[in-house]
């Protein structure tokens, strides 16, 4: 018998499930499970080397990434989820392109929250804790945009108490909580603030400011003019999260006048301008 063969007798090799790495499992455990060494996996170990199910739910996930079509992408995902349903990859990048492209918000929360749930991988040197805090609050988001607002809230108050963020991170779905518990009960949402409320107002009569020197349909209907603006407003000391949110309210006061967006800020805010 040769090196191969005997080198066969003893060990299966094929590629794991989840990561898509080289897997060598003694031959004893063909038919059972084995843990991947790289990614924690529990692979069905094959009957024989390179026996395992081909296309695997990894080498779908990498077909999905290199493909341009967005219905060719969600296409692959949900084919390598068909063959292992908790595959995590897979359900992260499906919950994030039926959130950011497809616009499907109930459906990605489901794919987000499972992402989460069967999270045993660190991916991209994010700890595992950190990546099912992000997932699930990006649930949370999809949740207020179908009216979920009570979802919404046991996510977020879920992620506060148990994920580790930073100062502006945690006031942000702090904001995101109340503003969703406000809808539950039938109230105007808090004013966001970036900064000081001093500085919001002032960043907002800005923004408004900018605005009137262009074309408003222009400013609110194309990307690059949303970028501009964020990008004037990052120069004026906001941070680029802040300048983003600050364009965007200040865009949602252009459906009225100026002068009376420019007051119901001041209200919100006091006489900081």
């Known amino acids: 018998m040769g090196l191969f063969d005997a080198f066969s007798a003893r060990f299966v090799s094929y590629d794991c499930f989840n990561c898509g790495r080289g897997v060598q499992s003694s031959a004893a455990l063909r038919g059972k499970t084995d843990t991947c060494p790289h990614c924690g996996w529990k692979n069905a170990v094959p009957a024989k080397s390179g026996g395992s199910v081909s296309p695997t739910p990894y080498q779908l996930?990498?077909?999905?990434?290199?493909?341009?079509d967005v219905q060719e992408k969600v296409r692959l995902l949900k084919q390598a989820l068909e063959i292992c349903p908790t595959h995590q990859r897979s359900l992260k990048e499906l919950g994030i392109l039926l959130q950011d492209q497809c616009r499907e918000y109930a459906l990605a929360a489901e794919y987000l929250r499972r992402a989460a749930d069967n999270a045993i991988e660190v991916l991209n040197n994010e700890p595992i804790l950190d990546f099912r805090m992000n997932l699930l609050d990006r649930a949370a988001t999809c949740y207020t945009h179908v009216g979920r607002y009570a979802d919404a809230v046991s996510l977020w108050e879920r992620v506060l108490r148990e994920g580790r963020w930073s100062p502006n991170a945690a006031?942000?779905?702090?904001?995101?909580?109340?503003?969703a518990r406000a809808k539950m009960q039938g109230r105007p949402a808090p004013a966001r603030t970036y900064g000081s409320r001093r500085q919001t107002a002032a960043g907002i009569d800005r923004v408004l400011n900018t605005l009137e020197s262009r074309s408003l349909a222009e400013a609110c209907a194309q990307?690059?003019?949303r970028d501009e603006l964020v990008t004037l407003v990052q120069s004026w000391g906001f941070p680029k999260e802040d300048a983003e949110n600050l364009v965007y309210d200040a865009l949602l006061?252009?459906?009225s006048a100026k002068g009376e967006a420019l007051r119901l800020y001041r209200r919100k805010f006091g006489d900081a301008t």
Do not use: P, Q
Request: aromatic residues 8%.
């Open 61 to 68: 996930f990498r077909r999905a990434l290199d493909a341009s």
């Open 223 to 225: 990307a690059t003019g």
């Open 253 to 255: 006061c252009c459906a």
């Open 171 to 179: 006031g942000k779905i702090r904001y995101d909580l109340e503003a």
